[in-house]
């Protein structure tokens, strides 16, 4: 239940025909050619570089403060450079926030949901693209209605019913309700109506394959780029997700955002303890976006409403 | 994407020569049957996963929702349920609680969407200069989104502590009183917002960026040869071309806004932050929708909360609707 969702591109279906590959690649040669995108000047580096610490410092810091003792952290000026107690504390923060029941039960969590997003996803989505069925607008619009619902408004019932399936403080409680997501269908749908052409569907169709073999054999290898960044995208979203685990799991089974709150709720706030704990949760991360950053950027700016 | 080597890898996917088929009349007529089946139900199919999982875990509890808000249940007995008519309703519009939450709310999305949003379209606009290193700036501004709402928050919660954090440091540093950002009510809203504003400035922005680079050349050109200024181009080229994902950006934030619950609540030192301050100075309706179930037990005054949650995004729509008719009447 994130309440975040993906970029998408919200322009109507008939539209998208017409913004073929072709049109795309003249537009771009155009922009070329008359030189529309300007040089960045000083100023531009300057305010860029300032914006970048920004970004990243508060990070930067968290494992300054992760990297020291509570005594220093709490003195003036505050420390600017690591110290050389990080490992102690990530080790004190494993424990004591039940860190690594949490990191496996995000891995999980976030894990089943991106994969099954992804799945069902390209599904809808190569259906809505390339499939003719009755209802087929209707239905799609009542995809693009959901984005609108913020999850937090059924939060009640759905806990009653988790309580009633047994699921409270289980994962399937997290995992189910995020099993699809609306954004995800759009995504696939754009992506498919641009990159999956007609004559391949319908080759397939002559060859004699059932729908199903045409999804697992032309339409799979396709979608993969997109599905790569989709899976990526969600499992952010999934591991980050705070408000609905933070209600139905407790402290013996938590994922790693609802462990953190553990760690800020004592009286003695251990300051390095808190850092070194959310420097953990923030860790896998991190590690995702210096891998794969170029994906994530170019898939966030590809699902993005253009014009 | 890769588009281009899509078409390539199709091949390989496709597999042999199509299988032999039954050389005699039924078995051709099975096949036909079988073929017409697939093609039309074959799409509902594939559609239906995510409608049942959607109808079941967010379609039905909404609607539910208003059910339970006219009952009184209470956590411990979640089958017991009592019919109470509109008290609910009545209750938490005499409770200033609720009217504080609501308050807060609103002040919090203002002051953490305006900025957030007005900051964005300026970084969008200076990554979409041509430059050395705009990949390293672009993964750069969107590290925030990477970090859960946990760990920002407690991290901003260190940097604006009253006595020993970087901030009050610096603010000293250049002269100025040191600010009790958690005690005092627009102090901590603004502490708040900072956190929401680092999280999702990054991200808007390469929303932006996306629209601003499909915008087509020769609309800066004729700008251009009118004699329009930089400035100019960005505030009559640039953003009238963006201006759907601009909305679409407003709606999204609104939404996130409405339900703020992460940031403060730890920001509030934790599980037992849903009072939102000594004072409830930055309790939200999010918090409060938590507390009245989870901490006073009373399940269907938090569904009175989310129905006004759901109201008040209705509101807001509505009147941003509003004021865009006004303005197309205005200027036609």
Redesign the interface.
């Known amino acids: 239940m994130s309440t975040e969702s993906l970029p998408v591109r919200t322009d109507t279906p008939a539209r998208t025909s017409e913004r073929r590959t072709p049109a795309r690649g003249g537009r771009r040669l155009l922009r070329q050619g008359a030189g529309r995108q300007h040089h960045a000047g000083p100023l531009t580096y300057v305010l860029l570089a300032v914006m970048a610490v920004l970004s990243i410092f508060p990070l930067y810091w968290t494992m300054v403060a992760a990297s020291t003792d509570n005594t220093r952290v709490s003195q003036t000026p505050p420390p600017f450079l690591p110290g050389p107690n990080l490992f102690d504390n990530l080790a004190r923060a494993w424990d004591e926030a039940a860190m690594g029941k949490a990191m496996i039960n995000s891995t999980i969590v976030a894990g089943v949901i991106a994969l099954s997003t992804v799945f069902f996803a390209t599904l809808a989505g190569f259906a809505f693209a390339k499939l003719r069925f009755k209802g087929r607008n209707i239905l799609l619009m009542l995809v693009i209605g959901t984005m609108m619902v913020p999850p937090q408004l059924g939060v009640v019932p759905l806990f009653m019913m988790m309580s009633e399936l047994g699921w409270s403080q289980r994962l399937p409680a997290v995992i189910f309700p995020t099993l699809v997501s609306a954004v995800g269908v759009f995504f696939m749908r754009q992506y498919l109506a641009e990159a999956l052409p007609d004559e391949l569907v319908e080759a397939g169709r002559v060859d004699g394959a059932h729908s199903l073999r045409i999804f697992w054999s032309i339409v799979l290898p396709v979608a993969r780029p997109a599905m790569a960044v989709l899976f990526m995208i969600t499992f952010v979203h999934a591991w980050n997700d705070f408000f609905w685990p933070f209600v139905v799991l407790d402290m013996t089974n938590p994922t790693v955002p609802v462990a953190l709150t553990q760690l800020s709720a004592g009286y003695i706030r251990d300051q390095s303890l808190i850092m070194a704990g959310a420097l953990l949760g923030t860790l896998p991360l991190l590690v995702m976006f210096i891998v794969f950053g170029r994906q994530i950027v170019s898939g966030i700016m590809a699902g993005a409403v253009k014009g | ?3 281009s080597t ?2 390539a ?2 091949g ?4 042999g ?3 032999k ?1 039954g050389g005699d009349g039924t078995g051709r007529r099975r096949g036909a049957l ?2 017409r089946l ?3 139900g ?3 199919a ?2 239906a ?3 049942v ?2 109808a079941a ?6 609607v ?2 208003s059910w ?1 808000s006219l009952h009184r ?1 209470e956590l411990a007995t ?2 017991v349920m009592e019919w109470v008519a509109f008290d609910n309703y009545v209750e938490l519009w005499n409770d200033s609680r609720f009217w504080n939450a609501l308050g807060n709310t609103i002040t919090i999305g203002v002051i953490s969407t305006v900025p957030q949003l007005l900051m964005a379209l300026g ?1 969008a606009h ?6 050395r290193g705009s ?18 928050a ?6 604006f502590e009253r ?4 901030i009050n ?1 610096a603010l ?1 540093a250049v002269g100025l009183d040191p600010v009790d950002w958690e005690a005092d009510k627009w102090p901590a809203q603004i502490a708040i917002s900072t956190i929401v504003i ?1 999280r999702w400035t ?2 808007n922005a ?6 601003m ?6 609309r ?2 004729a700008a251009a040869i009118d004699g329009a200024s930089r400035w100019k181009q960005f505030t009559h080229v640039t953003v009238p ?2 201006r ?2 601009i909305v ?1 950006t407003i ?2 934030s609104t ?2 806004a ?2 703020l ?2 940031e403060p ?2 920001f509030g ?4 932050g849903v009072a939102g301050g000594a004072d409830n100075q930055y309790q939200t309706l ?1 918090l409060l ?2 507390e009245e ?2 901490k006073n037990y009373q ?1 269907g005054r ?2 009175t909360v ?2 006004a ?2 109201l008040l ?1 209705v509101l807001v729509f509505v009147v941003q609707r509003l004021i865009r008719r006004l303005r197309v009447t205005r200027t036609s």
Do not use: C
């Open positions: 994407m890769a588009t899509t078409s890898r199709l390989e996917g496709r597999g020569p199509p299988a088929r079988l073929h697939d093609v039309k074959a799409p509902y594939f559609v996963p995510f409608f999982v959607f875990f967010s379609f039905y509890p909404l539910y929702t339970i249940v979640l089958d970084l200076l990554l979409n200069y041509r430059m990949l390293f700036f672009r993964v750069a501004s969107l590290v925030p989104y990477a970090t859960s709402v946990g760990a920002a407690l991290v901003f919660t260190m940097l006595d020993f954090g970087m440091w000293g680092w990054g991200y390469l929303l932006y960026l996306a629209a680079q499909a915008i087509p050349a020769d800066y050109e071309g963006i759907s994902t679409f709606v999204l939404i996130g409405t339900q619950f992460g609540l730890i030192q934790g599980p037992n999010g929708l938590y179930g989870w399940m938090s569904a989310a129905w949650m759901f995004l």
